[in-house]
Nanobody, 130 residues
């Protein structure tokens, strides 16, 4: 059974940092791309970042580029989302998701699409205070 477990959320002050983790079981991350999404109250889910574990290529939403970094530890089957310079508008439930359709040339346009992903983890809440 495939499971994705997201953790690391919490309360941070504006300008602070948090690191989220996504632990995968039942699959080998080497064969997947992992995406991070978030959903704020009353808003639609939006894509934040993605890493293709096959080649290490990463993608970011414009709203987080330069502040967030996605990385992977294939040996431990974990993907991290390092979030720096946090803003109140980063407050949301964050989800990680995995797709086996991990071809970079396709991911360049597909990575923000929720339906592209095969597996989803439960969310972890990030709250940023001003």
């Amino acid at each position: 059974e495939v499971q994705l477990q997201a953790s690391g959320g919490g309360l941070a002050q504006a300008g602070g940092s948090l690191r989220l983790s996504c632990v995968a079981s039942g699959l080998d991350l080497d064969d997947y791309a992992i995406g991070w999404f978030r959903q704020a109250p009353g808003k639609e889910r939006e894509a934040v970042a993605c890493i293709n574990s096959r080649d290490g290529v990463t993608f970011y939403a414009g709203s987080v580029e330069g502040r967030f970094t996605v990385s992977g530890d294939d040996a431990r089957n974990i993907v991290f989302l390092q979030m720096n310079s946090l803003k109140p508008e980063d407050t949301a439930v964050y989800y990680c998701a995995a797709t086996s359709s991990a071809h970079t040339i396709v991911l360049r346009t597909a990575w923000p699409l929720a339906h592209w992903y095969d597996y989803w983890g439960q969310g972890t809440l990030v709250t940023v205070s001003s």
